[in-house]
């Protein structure tokens, strides 16, 4: 059988990516979550290993299993997220494929909250999380070449993306419509828009396996330019 033997156009390349949801824990049997199934950050993963690249791969709890040739540091929060992304870094590129929970509970109960028989309902406060992607976007020492990140968007999706560009201050955004219809979460296709400092550039519907090579290209071209 013919391999490559690990020799490919991201060879000797490090990048992180991070995946799937973050848990947000209420008490210790509840949680908050989201409908991510980690499927594209997985996909990335792959591509990028295929390459040639040694590949960080962070992520919450999804339903997708990580590549194992990957270094997978596995995590349950966002702020658990966040630490684990800075401690992967130095990366020569860095893509942000999770979705991190916004808010996290302040106040979590060390026992099960229980009803208390008088139809009272529990109050739970919130604090926001680190948005790790502008974090990582805006340091100064250890900032990768290229950072990526993605905007999963229902409504005015290339408005927003190109906004949350700016405002995050990251290289590239992939944009993607999430509404419920698409089939896009927790399906095995997506529809994206890439953004870059060159404007918007609209990829064909396609499995997210192939959105994944297509990305891992366009990234090495840059690696290597
Ligand atoms: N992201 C992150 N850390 C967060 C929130 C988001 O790293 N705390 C990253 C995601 O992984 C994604 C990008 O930022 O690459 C955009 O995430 P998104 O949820 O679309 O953006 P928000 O800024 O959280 O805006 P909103 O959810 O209000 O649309
Ligand atoms: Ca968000």
């Not at 199934?37 to 791969?57: E, H, M, P």
């Not at 990140?149 to 990251?170: I, M, P, Q, S, Y």
């Not at 419920?180 to 609209?202: F, S």
């Amino acid at each position: 059988i013919e391999t490559t033997l690990g020799k490919g156009p991201l060879t000797g390349k490090h990048i992180l990516v991070t995946s799937g949801p973050t848990h947000e824990p209420i008490d210790p049997v509840r949680y908050i979550a989201n409908r991510s199934s980690g499927a594209q950050g997985t996909a990335i993963a792959r591509a990028l290993l295929d390459l040639g690249a040694s590949v960080t791969f962070v992520t919450g709890p999804a339903d997708t299993p990580p590549p194992k040739e990957a270094q997978v540091i596995r995590v349950q929060t966002a702020q658990q997220m966040y630490d684990a992304t800075l401690n992967g870094l130095p990366a020569d590129a860095a893509i942000f494929a999770a979705a991190v929970a916004d808010w996290r509970v302040t106040d979590v109960s060390d026992n099960k909250i229980k009803k208390d028989g008088s139809g009272a309902l529990p109050v739970l406060n919130f604090a926001e999380n680190p948005d790790i992607l502008a974090e990582v976007s805006k340091l100064t020492k250890n900032r990768p070449r290229l950072v990526i990140g993605f905007a999963a968007e229902t409504d005015n999706v290339l408005e927003n993306a190109t906004a949350k560009r700016h405002r995050k201050g990251c290289d590239w955004i992939i944009a993607n419509d999430i509404r419920p219809d698409t089939g896009i979460m927790g399906g095995a296709e997506n529809d994206v828009t890439l953004i870059t400092d060159q404007g918007p550039e609209d990829w064909p519907r396609m499995d997210k396996t192939a959105v994944a090579r297509q990305l891992a290209d366009r990234i090495a071209q840059v690696l290597n330019a």
